[in-house]
């Protein structure tokens, strides 16, 4: 399997603190914000992994992260020129993914649980990450049975059909970049996620898991500050890098 952790965008709402930094590389704690999914992946046992950047920020991930060597894993760099979606991941992605799984996690999200055994057991399909929240208005949404069978996936709904959101971990098969392309720009311009969900959901073949421990969107800085006391309380005895 390998994996993709997407870096791009332009952390507006992290303004003035991301005019001249990448969001991914503010400090969480004492480590980069890059460096959680990083670990989520590597403590998995990932060993190839694809880290997609603005190209103004390229430079600044190279100095920091090099070619992998330091971490036991190797890296590959790609720009996404200006913010297109999270599904075009996979597209700007393509060469990387070849016929391999592939899972993409986000580079502000970070998670308390340790996900290796779901990443390392996965086989074919598609799999999302889904955590309980209060405001599931604000989120992609995700509503199952109680044999965690798939039903529907919504983007941002007025009336959630669940209060479990889907968190910015990904884990699909090579078909994935397949479906990337026959996704659609959305009203805002973007090729959404939620059509890869949706994609996988129509085969029948997405499957949901339950997070536990803390998950943290790290794009607010009421989110960054718990990430901060997350990282400092709970995560730096887990962490391998």
């Known amino acids: 399997m390998r994996g993709i952790i997407l870096s791009g965008g332009n952390a507006t709402r992290l303004r003035p603190c991301t005019k001249v930094i990448s969001k991914q590389l503010l400090p969480i704690y004492n480590r980069p ?17 694809l880290i997609i950047v603005a190209p103004e920020r390229a430079g600044d991930y190279l100095n920091l992260l090099g070619s992998g060597k330091d971490f036991g894993v190797k890296f590959t760099y790609e720009i996404q ?17 070849d016929k391999e799984n592939v899972v993409m996690i986000l580079g502000d999200n970070i998670f308390e649980d340790d996900l290796s055994a779901e990443i ?44 479990y959101c ?52 790290a794009g607010t800085f009421d989110s960054l500050l718990k990430a901060q006391n997350l990282a400092k309380e709970k995560l730096q005895n887990k962490l391998i890098i």
Do not use: C, Q
């Not at 020129?81 to 993914?97: H, K, M, Q, Y």
């Not at 529907?152 to 709904?157: T, Y």
């Not at 009203?187 to 029948?204: C, F, P, Q, S």
């Open 166 to 217: 889907i968190t910015g971990l990904y884990i699909y098969d090579s078909r994935v970049v397949e479906a990337a392309k026959s996704v659609k720009p959305s009203k805002r311009g973007e090729l959404e996620i939620t059509e890869l969900h949706n994609w996988y959901l129509r085969k029948n073949e997405l499957e949901v898991a339950m997070v536990k421990g803390e998950w943290i969107d």
């Open 120 to 163: 390392k057991n996965f086989k074919s399909g598609g799999k999302i990450f889904a955590k309980k929240v209060l405001d599931p208005e604000r989120f992609g949404i995700v509503e199952f049975d109680a044999n965690n069978k798939v039903i529907s996936i919504e983007e941002k709904p007025k009336k959630p059909k669940s209060n």
């Open 81 to 97: 020129d200006e913010p297109r979606g999270l599904a075009d991941a996979f597209i700007v992605g393509e060469n990387f993914i």
């Open 33 to 49: 914000m890059i460096y959680y999914p990083l670990n989520t992946l590597i403590k998995a046992g990932i060993k190839e992994i």
